[in-house]
């Protein structure tokens, strides 16, 4: 039975396309994500819920430039106050669809550091977008802040991203999963930190990709599947090109291959493809990326895309529990 999860939200499970991403839109947003979600704990499925916080933690950091009268907050700060912010949206609408359904399983956010390699390439060279697209570069050039330009969407502030190696609260999240409690942990990838010499745990200013932060979590807990739920329903080949093709089911190696070939960008797919590569390596059993509103039907093997450590697939009526 494979019965505990990892469950990545993506960014679009808070805040769509388009939206300035106010409280009440995040509300109303996480409810439509969670109903799904909500379906999975009721069929007995144990789960950790973890998600992104690119909006959040950049509009943190802009509140907190544009105000001289109060403390200055480092970026670790920011990331811990997302994780609170996104926890308490995710875990109190969870909690009133259970109650509703009559449901009495508890939802419990845990703050989550995450230890990575202080002298991590990515320090120096920071690749991690946060906060609002600009029409133009020219502010950031101004404060001499990092920039790329994301996918001709416009220009994004960009933080250093380290790799995540290992989670500090991991016990106590893997006591409280095998116990029934639905965790939001590792919110937005975690606060990154790393251990001194005297064995101190010191914060980063960066922010991890909750993607690989996700993978490193279900190794931890033990989970029999990670499940990335993200904009679009299945993974292709050849993304947005006449050429493109939509992946149902690919095996490790595939995934290796298509990697390599350069099918999955650094920053949006290639850290989904990594984490479930490392996954399925570590003895997960299957991975599944695919849309938030289609998750029912990709539990049940009929979307998605599905990633396995080999051919072997299980014929459709098992995905039903
Ligand atoms: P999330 O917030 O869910 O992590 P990302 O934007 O980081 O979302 O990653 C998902 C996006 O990756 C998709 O919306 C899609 O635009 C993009 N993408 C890039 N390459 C591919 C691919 N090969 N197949 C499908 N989607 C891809
Ligand atoms: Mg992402």
Redesign the pocket.
Known sequence: MNKKIVL?????ALIKEGQKGTIPEQYVNAYKALKHVSELIKRGYKIAITH?N?PQVGAIIIRDEADNTSYDLPLSVAVAQSQGEIGLIITQTLKNQLMTNGINRDVATILTHVVCDKNDPSMKNPTKPIGPFYKTSNTFREKGISFIED?GRGYRRVVPSPMPLDIIEKETIKLLVDRGVIVVAVGGGGIPVYITKKGKIESIDGVVD??LASYVLADCIKADQLI?????E???????KPNQKWLDHITVKEAKKYLKEG???P???E??IKSAIHFLENGGKRVIITSIDKLPEAMKGKTGTHITSNTFILPRTKFHT
């Open positions: 990545a939200l993506g960014g679009n992104g690119g996918s909750k993607d990335i739920l993200t904009y679009v299945k993974v292709a080949l050849n993304f947005n099918h999955f960008p920053g949006s797919m850290p989904k």
